[in-house]
């Protein structure tokens, strides 16, 4: 199994392993064509197959200048038939400016009718911070890569940084070529308190084009929409496993999210979920996954991904949340070791299409010395 790891360097190692329970080796070390300091190449990191069978890494370079200085930039790698990962394309802005974050967030959509689809996020676009979203698409005869469209929105507030966050997950059901684009937008204020927000596109086959589904807010008190909630850090998209056409989940979170008084120490996070109707297109508020034990200041939420369950029963799934200011042991230590923790829940449905979440994991690397 392969496995790409981020690095804040100007570099991605990629490392492997010929089968489960041997030690990971380092393959081989990805730059940029013109690798410069300050790219800080592998802040982000996606991997998938393409729709022609080729394994591609999109590798975000937030430092990465190839138009204003500090704009940054996406590499594309692909896996050729030598075992060998070679540089195939350079995604950049059609109107970079500086210092915008473009590559933050990353999404990669294999897509054999229309081309593969790329997503990047830029959340500091523009001297506010409004950010912005940018969709690519290689095109399948030549394969190369060009911007398709992009996305922003001038809300009253500034520093909405849209583009926080990118997911990407084709329509069960839809007309080929068909998908969903989720965008978060970390500083969204239209619910009065800078909560945060998500953003759902559809490519719609019959225009060709990306048609605005929903916007995606916290839900009201006590599930949530406390001031500076964060929603929009991160997200994940998943087509219901054994659901009707249409039917997708959306995971979202809020790891500012405080469930007691509002002080900068009680940020225990939040995840929120919600599901798709596939007749109607509406997305309806499913549930708010939170840690247990609860931990302040354990920043739960900070990275989310959704997953089928191999072999589960219809509508079972699978969340992964992060939680990197996660302490242990509970409560923190008086070193505040923040070691971190990936916390695992499943979803069970139930009658009538119900479905309840169940936090069945909460993993954590082996304890480190204080040097370590």
Same mark, same amino acid.
């Given at each position: 199994m392969r496995?790409?790891?981020? =690095?804040?360097? %100007?570099? @991605?190692?990629?490392? %492997?392993s010929p089968v489960p329970s041997a030690q990971s080796v380092l393959r081989q070390t990805l730059?940029?064509?013109?690798?410069?300091?300050?790219? =800080?190449?592998?802040?982000?990191?996606?991997?998938?197959?393409?729709?022609d069978g080729v394994l591609r890494a999109l590798v975000g370079a937030i430092g990465d200048g190839p138009g204003s200085p500090s704009s940054g930039a996406v590499h594309v790698f692909r896996l050729d038939p030598d075992s060998v990962w070679r540089h195939e394309a350079e995604l950049a802005p059609s109107d970079p400016d500086l210092q915008m974050d473009f590559g933050r967030s990353v999404a990669y959509l294999a897509d054999p009718i229309r081309g593969d689809l790329a997503l990047v996020g830029a959340p500091l676009w523009?001297?506010?911070? &409004?950010?912005?979203?940018?969709f690519f698409r290689r095109h399948p005869a030549t394969g190369a890569w060009a911007e398709e469209f992009s996305f922003r929105e001038f809300p009253v507030n500034s520093s909405q940084q849209l583009g926080s966050a990118a997911a990407l997950c084709a329509l069960p059901g839809g007309a080929p070529?068909?998908? &969903?684009?989720?965008?978060?937008?970390?500083?969204?204020?239209?619910?009065?308190g800078f909560e945060g927000a998500v953003y759902?596109?559809?490519?719609? @086959?019959?225009?060709t084009a990306w048609v605005r589904e929903a916007k995606l807010l916290p839900p009201g008190p006590p599930e949530?929409?406390?001031? +500076?909630?964060?929603? +929009?850090?991160?997200? @994940?998209?998943?087509?219901?496993?054994? +659901?009707?056409?249409?039917?997708?989940?959306?995971?979202?979170? @809020?790891?500012?999210?405080?469930?007691?008084?509002?002080?900068e120490h009680n940020r225990e996070g939040a995840a929120y979920v919600w599901r798709r109707d596939g007749a109607t297109g509406a997305w309806a508020y499913e549930?708010?996954?939170?840690?247990?034990?609860?931990?302040?200041s354990a920043d739960f939420g900070w990275s989310a991904g959704l997953l089928a369950l191999p072999g589960g029963a219809p509508g079972e799934a699978l969340a992964v949340v992060g939680a990197f200011g996660t302490s242990d042991p509970l409560p923190p230590d008086?070193?505040?070791?923040?070691? %971190?923790?990936?916390?695992?829940?499943?979803?069970?449905?139930?009658?009538?299409g119900s479905a309840t979440w169940v936090q069945e994991a909460r993993l954590m690397g082996e304890p480190r010395t204080p040097e370590e």
């Open positions: 496995w790409l790891l981020p =690095l804040a360097l %100007g570099a @991605a190692l990629l490392a %492997g730059q940029a064509t013109q690798p410069e300091f300050f790219d =800080l190449l592998g802040v982000t990191v996606t991997l998938g197959e393409g729709s523009h001297t506010n911070d &409004l950010g912005k979203a940018y070529g068909e998908a &969903l684009a989720a965008i978060g937008a970390r500083g969204d204020d239209d619910a009065g759902v596109f559809r490519y719609d @086959a019959d225009s949530g929409g406390a001031q +500076g909630d964060d929603l +929009g850090r991160s997200a @994940a998209l998943l087509p219901l496993p054994g +659901g009707a056409p249409g039917e997708v989940l959306l995971l979202g979170g @809020a790891p500012n999210f405080r469930s007691g008084p509002q002080t549930t708010r996954l939170t840690a247990t034990p609860l931990q302040r008086p070193t505040g070791n923040r070691r %971190g923790a990936l916390f695992a829940f499943r979803r069970v449905p139930g009658p009538g």
